[in-house]
């Protein structure tokens, strides 16, 4: 057997981190005692490419490692019948030998295969090439009842034996020497509860121990200890080096290289992975997607570790890699999923686990720069690429119609994806994100647009879409596709965000401007605020503000704003809700008492300025389309405007070419005067009374979408739409509306 302590003795800077690996179970879970563990550092992924070696064997799709020694490796999977089968792949011919005692496999970093049942029975075989030796071990014969395998290291079986009384237990370490079986206590103290074998190097192993102390008669502690001991020989582990570690389980980890030495441990809640080594004393406490972490291995001074297999949600779980020299340094991804590790002689990892264009065993071992780098030992053949396939995507949508919704499809190569949509603005960057719901069979993924952007009718203009579809079960890098959609929208005089629906504005006492952006469709006669959105402060140096509509050759709406020098300033719409640095048009409006705007009176398709001065003579100042001339000289319409209160361009409400005008007189009657096209207006028609309720009335332009411009009236007991009907003899009918509710008297200026 002499030659069998050559290949472990060859260990040298090997990681030996011990582990039992049953078939289709991966690597040992955390222990369900840890909850609420703090947050590290989110990893970034690696960039690192991945080598191959020639002629790469096939790896069955369902096996994990367990071993791997110099000629060799132990494979663990579940058959088409239910059944655990475990197999030996030769490196040298990709040959594969089934191995037929027991279910479970044992981590020994060499090429003599442990398997055993999972309780107290042990098998042992030499795997290499014209090698005969094997053995069996019932441990219950070999040491008592209940004893139980916790470590192995080559040809050496760690064994924890309970003494028969208070739960304590022994230590030993059976082994195979020279053809005879040598049993050796490893542990001193009669009051040791627990052992865990969980690193070697060449001579050296690192035990994790618990032991009860006794500080009076009647009460004890049980404290947890870390012990380096020699691998072979008569020490007993309490004659090594030992230190004072926080609390630990069996399904603690850890390794040992020349430099380091790393261990699993459960500190607070929190699972803890600690390095120490020449200068180095570093704990990373993990968060509760890796409270299952383990080590897998330290490469030069990098440490690997994660939680393998899946996590509870279903994502995959990475191999990470950290430094633990620079404290600065953020751990990344090595592998994008993993599921289990074997320990080879020469100090190099074995990992069952995918990167997104490989899945397979990998040779993890130091490369360029002292980082680990990666090999592909197995590939197992799996289809990793997911793709997309086709897309049902219209090119261009009209929103106008009220409730239209637009369908979009895409067709992935395999249906177990996620696949996420992104519907970016081109102009201003707003975006919509959603999460596409998973199709029952087929690879189809849709998503119905509402036609909405962060919560509003979506604005008009360029849209691309990208969605990126992610495999489910962690193989294989995520698939993109991108494309572009053209919305329209007809253009409403009282919209600032260019998405075709009113818009309207409202100054507050301290000058405060805000917008609320309505839905252009009603429910149940009722028409709802979408969201409001404060504007700019600095408003109450203006006398008079009014909404005039598109009067500067944009598609949006603008404002005039007269300050108490009698200035008039224009302020452009932006199409984003918000306003162009002021233009002055002139001086001089001080002389006006009301000034409106919004309706085109004479038949050019822009809208015109209307204006009464004090003594009641009403003007027109005709839209230019010019932004820094935007109205030509005032023509006289005529006497006898001081008699309303309130006067209102509501563009074309009764049906004809030109714009209308509401007036509301000092008794509260409203009357409509119709535009001729030619600058004036036909004979008054009276509309109602009662109007004497609302401090303000808005030219508020389509607010339902039926194409006719509307009128919104508010007053501190009330708010109501008052949509047009295209008649001259009753232009308007009332809905209601959630605009301003509750909210009585707190503007002074609505428009």
């Known amino acids: 057997m002499a030659s069998v302590h050559t290949a472990r003795r060859r260990l040298g800077a090997c990681v030996a ?7 289709g179970a991966g690597l040992p879970a955390a222990p369900a005692a840890v909850a609420d563990p703090a947050a590290t550092t989110a990893p970034v992924a690696s960039t690192g490419a991945v080598a191959t070696t020639a002629g790469e064997a096939d790896l069955p799709l369902g096996a994990d490692v367990v071993s791997t020694g110099d000629t060799g490796y132990l494979t663990s999977r579940v058959d088409d019948s239910g059944g655990r089968v475990l197999e030996w792949h030769r490196y040298a011919d990709g040959s594969v030998l089934p191995i037929s005692t027991g279910a479970v496999g044992h981590d020994s970093a060499s090429d003599v295969v442990v398997t055993g049942d999972g309780g ?14 094997s053995a069996s071990y019932d441990l219950a014969t070999e040491f008592a009842p209940g004893a139980t395998l916790v470590g192995v290291v080559g040809d050496s079986l760690f064994v924890k034996v309970p003494t028969g009384s ?16 040598r049993k050796t206590k490893r542990s001193a103290n009669p009051y040791s509860t627990d052992f ?55 399904a603690s980890t850890g390794a040992r290289t020349a430099d380091y ?52 949600d279903g994502t995959p779980s990475p191999l990470y890699a950290r430094s633990v020299t620079d404290s600065t340094a953020a751990p990344y991804t090595l592998l994008e999923h ?4 074997a320990h080879a002689p020469d100090g190099s990892l074995l990992v069952r686990g995918a990167t997104a264009d490989t899945d397979g065993l990998f040779r993890v071992r130091e490369g360029d720069g002292g980082l680990p780098g990666l090999t592909l030992v197995a590939d197992t053949g799996r289809l990793k690429a997911v793709e997309v396939t086709g897309s049902t995507v219209p090119t261009a949508v009209s929103l106008e119609k009220p409730g239209t919704t637009v369908p979009l499809e895409w067709t992935l190569s395999r249906a177990n994806a996620t696949v996420d949509l992104t519907l970016t603005h081109t102009a201003t960057g707003g975006k919509l994100t959603e999460r596409l719901s998973r199709p029952a069979s087929d690879g189809r993924f849709g998503f119905v647009w509402n036609g909405l952007l962060d919560g509003v009718s979506a604005p008009n203009g360029a849209y691309t879409w990208q969605i990126t579809a992610t495999p489910a079960d962690g193989v294989g890098a995520p698939a993109t596709a991108r494309g572009s959609i053209q919305v329209s929208r007809r253009a409403d005089p009282h919209d600032f965000t260019d998405n075709g629906s009113t818009d309207v504005l409202a100054r507050d006492a301290s000058g405060v401007l805000w917008r609320d952006d309505l839905f252009d469709w009603s429910s149940d006669g009722r028409v709802t605020v979408a969201r409001r959105t404060r504007v700019g402060s600095g ?47 002139s001086a001089g409006w001080q002389s006006y008492k009301k000034i409106t705007g919004g309706s085109d009176l004479t038949g050019d398709g822009r809208p015109d300025l209307l204006a009464a001065d004090a003594s009641g003579v009403l003007w027109l100042h005709k839209n230019t389309g010019s932004s820094s001339a935007p109205f030509a000289a005032r023509v006289r319409l005529g006497g006898g405007w001081q008699i309303y209160d309130r006067i209102t361009a509501v563009g074309d409400i009764a049906g004809s070419t030109a714009g209308d005008l509401v007036a509301r007189d000092t008794a509260g009657v409203l009357w409509m005067y119709q535009g001729n096209g030619k600058g004036g207006f036909t004979a008054r028609v009276r509309i109602g009374s009662g109007w004497k309720a609302f401090a303000h009335l808005v030219a508020a332009g389509d607010v339902d979408a039926d194409g006719r411009p509307d009128l919104i009236a508010h007053g501190p007991n009330g708010t109501y739409v008052y949509r047009s009907t295209g008649s001259a003899t009753a232009p308007l009918g009332r809905l209601t509306t959630d605009l301003y509710t509750g909210e009585g008297a707190r503007f002074d200026t609505v428009l």
Do not use: C
């Open 261 to 312: 030495e790393a261990w699993v441990e459960y500190r607070a809640g929190a699972t803890e992975l600690v390095v120490e080594g020449t200068r180095v004393h570093r704990r990373f406490a993990l968060d509760s997607s890796l409270s299952g972490a383990v080590i897998a291995g330290i490469t030069r001074d990098t440490l690997l570790y994660g939680a393998p297999g899946r996590a509870a």
């Open 196 to 250: 865990k074998v969980v690193a070697s190097t060449s001579d050296v192993l690192i035990v994790l121990s618990s032991n009860r102390v006794f500080p009076s008669s009647s009460t004890f502690r049980t404290e947890y200890w870390k012990t380096r001991t020699t691998l072979d020989g008569d020490a007993v582990i309490e004659s090594g080096s030992r230190a004072n570690i926080a609390p630990w389980t069996q």
């Open 539 to 585: 408003w109450q140096a203006y006398n008079q503000i009014a909404a005039v509509g598109n009067i500067a050759g944009t598609p949006t709406g603008d404002l005039v704003a007269r300050d108490a020098a009698g200035v008039l300033w224009m302020y452009q719409g932006n199409g984003r809700g918000g306003f162009a640095t002021r233009v002055k048009v």
């Open 17 to 23: 981190t011990v582990l039992a690996v049953t078939v």
């Open 166 to 181: 208070g739960g304590y237990q022994e230590l030993w370490q059976l082994s195979h020497v020279d053809g005879v079986s």
């Open 338 to 341: 993993f599921s289990s590790v």
């Open 120 to 133: 107290g029975t042990v098998h042992l075989r030499d795997m290499r090439e014209g090698a005969a030796w």
